[in-house]
T-cell receptor
Framework: QQPVQSPQAVILREGEDAVINCSSS?????VHWYRQKHGEAPVFLMI?????EQKGHEKISASFNEKKQQSSLYLTASQLSYSGTYFC??????????FGAGTTVTVRA | EAGVVQSPRYKIIEKKQPVAFWCNPI?????LYWYRQNLGQGPELLIR????????DSQLPKDRFSAERLKGVDSTLKIQPAELGDSAVYLC??????????FGPGTRLTVL
């Protein structure tokens, strides 16, 4: 089942912070975050695993609340390059990722 | 390391015509995925392969869509015949087993 993302869109000025939320109605095994720029492939940002392990490679942080079946992505001190659409992909126990509808982030100078 | 390669990048066809998309995954990745992404939506899984075996094709509209992954490397996704509602971006992704998925640039299909 598709996770629910909020907000749908957010506009920031450089240096501002934002939080993107991802909620599932089913128990989660992991949450994957991707960013997609217009006309390009989704780019992997981070994976959060059940049990608390977090793997990623960018200066963007995230949290995973197993009890609430939610994940949040934190954009801190945003840069122009953070603009794009952020998708969360939720994985349950069947190795299948279900993606949310996305959150469009626009960072302005 | 080369990423996931897809071709063509764009395709415009008339409805009822056939169309095929090709994907070459990252070297060594045994799991391959085909997704469809409609405008303003997240990717939706069509089919997942582990090596040559299609382990999840529950979302593939089998009346008009088919896929194959010969020799467990490259894969082809075919639509025959195409309908107006098939217009979308078709994304291929690959992973090592069930680890992080890496996406290709996609094929943007327009059905007229």
């Amino acid at each position: 089942q598709q996770p629910v993302q909020s907000p749908q869109a957010v506009i920031l000025r450089e240096g501002e912070d934002a939080v993107i939320n991802c909620s599932s109605s089913k128990a989660l095994y992991s949450v994957h975050w991707y960013r997609q720029k217009h006309g390009e492939a989704p780019v992997f940002l981070m994976i959060l695993l059940k049990g608390g392990e977090q793997k990623g490679h960018e200066k963007i942080s995230a949290s995973f609340n197993e009890k609430k079946q939610q994940s949040s992505l934190y954009l801190t001190a945003s840069q122009l390059s953070y603009s794009g659409t952020y998708f969360c992909g939720t994985e349950h126990t069947d190795y299948k990722l279900s993606f949310g509808a996305g959150t469009t982030v626009t960072v302005r100078a | 390391e080369a990423g996931v390669v897809q071709s063509p990048r764009y395709k415009i066809i008339e409805k009822k015509q056939p169309v095929a998309f090709w994907c070459n995954p990252i070297s060594g990745h045994n799991t391959l995925y085909w997704y469809r992404q409609n405008l303003g939506q997240g990717p939706e899984l069509l089919i997942r392969y582990e090596n040559e075996e299609a382990v999840d094709d529950s979302q593939l509209p089998k009346d008009r869509f088919s896929a194959e992954r010969l020799k467990g490397v490259d894969s082809t996704l075919k639509i025959q015949p195409a309908e107006l509602g098939d217009s979308a971006v078709y994304l291929c992704a690959s992973s090592l087993r069930t680890d992080t998925q890496y996406f290709g640039p996609g094929t943007r299909l327009t059905v007229l």
